[in-house]
């Protein structure tokens, strides 16, 4: 199984962190928010991983090179302009090969364990969402889940993680160019075609200066 991180954003949030620095080369508990993600897929037996760039992506390539210093390869995809999350990964695809694939947001931080997608029976779903309690900068969600399944309405909703397993079928008939993932994972749902979980553990957006101090101070005080 492949994974794709998904590092190709401007990071305009965390400006002037980002004017020369991309998101997820910013540090936490004194390593990048990436490298976490890398490490982390590794431990779960994960070892290609491909990262799509655009802002500043050649310092990303200069700080991870092949990936070989943490045990995996890393294959490039690279975005002469940021063609937003569907339109990178429908890009990348021809790296990711035929299976299923874990996507990760690069700007999220969280200590989840990925083998638990390892292999995971999508069967005739395209997409299984990991799901989180809404954070307070996020207080009416995206998603509902009901009995492991994901709908775009409900009662009660939560916030994706940025956390996902996608099938390469999901963007069959997507045109190239700049495409959001939203629309296209509320059609499938639409369809009953997306399963969905709830994250047990710590997780956090990190897209303010704020946000990431806050965490910082966390990760080094033992407190997650």
């Known amino acids: 199984m492949r994974a794709m991180i998904l590092a190709a954003g401007l990071g305009t949030r965390l400006r002037p962190l980002t004017l020369h620095t991309p998101k997820p080369l910013l540090e936490v508990g004194g ?53 937003e999350t569907a339109g990178g990964i429908q890009k990348a695809l021809p790296l990711l ?19 638990k997608l390892v292999n995971w029976p999508l069967k005739t779903d395209l997409a299984h969402l990991v799901l989180v309690q809404n954070p307070p900068q996020h207080p009416l969600g995206d998603f509902a889940l009901q009995s492991n399944r ?6 009660s909703k939560f916030t994706f993680a940025g956390i996902s397993i996608l099938s390469p079928k999901l963007f069959d008939g997507l045109p190239a160019g700049k495409a959001p993932l939203a629309p296209i994972l509320r059609q499938a749902m639409h369809l009953g075609q997306v399963s969905g979980e709830l994250l047990d553990g710590h997780w956090v957006d990190v897209g303010t200066a704020e946000r990431l101090a806050e965490l910082d101070t966390q990760i080094h005080g033992g407190l997650v």
């Open 150 to 155: 994901v709908l775009s309405e409900g009662e």
């Open 31 to 83: 390593k990048p928010l990436i490298v976490w993600h890398i490490e982390a897929l590794q431990r779960a037996g994960i070892t290609d991983i491909v990262i799509n760039t655009a802002w500043l992506g050649q310092k990303l390539v200069d700080a991870l090179g092949d990936g070989s210093v943490y045990g995996v390869k890393i294959h490039w995809s690279h975005e002469d302009e940021p063609l």
């Open 97 to 115: 090969g035929d299976g299923p694939f874990i996507l990760v947001n690069g700007d999220i931080w969280t200590r989840f364990d990925f083998s």
